[in-house]
Nanobody, 119 residues
Framework: QVQLVESGGGLVQPGGSLRLSCAAS????????MGWYRQAPGKERELVAGIRSGGRTNYADSVKGRFTISRDNAKNTVYLQMDNLKPEDTAVYYC?????????????WGQGTQVTVSS
């Protein structure tokens, strides 16, 4: 079994910052790409940022220059540092990971964490 557990969401004022964390645990051999997605009410889930095992990153245009994705391979954890938050960043944020287990491979999702940007 593999599990992704997120933390760090909450309520923040516009211009503020939050840091999301997502830790993978279980029968993990290695992790390929990891990423953060978000889904706002009435909208489709969208990619926010991704990071490959070697560290290469990509970002949605809407968050470039404000969000930073990073990972700690020793801890099987991915982070999303969110700065200069805007009301339009309000959404449920989900982490995702392409995980190679000792008995196979799978695409895994966290349970989601709410981020609300409001004054």
């Amino acid at each position: 079994q593999v599990q992704l557990v997120e933390s760090g969401g909450g309520l923040v004022q516009p211009g503020g910052s939050l840091r999301l964390s997502c830790a993978a645990s279980g029968s993990i051999f290695s992790i390929n790409a990891m990423g953060w997605y978000r889904q706002a009410p009435g909208k489709e889930r969208e990619l926010v940022a991704g990071i490959r095992s070697g560290g290469r990153t990509n970002y949605a245009d809407s968050v470039k220059g404000r969000f930073t994705i990073s990972r700690d391979n020793a801890k099987n954890t991915v982070y999303l540092q969110m700065d200069n938050l805007k009301p339009e960043d309000t959404a449920v944020y989900y982490c995702n990971a392409d995980i190679i287990r000792f008995d196979g491979r799978g695409d895994y999702w966290g349970q989601g964490t709410q981020v609300t940007v409001s004054s």
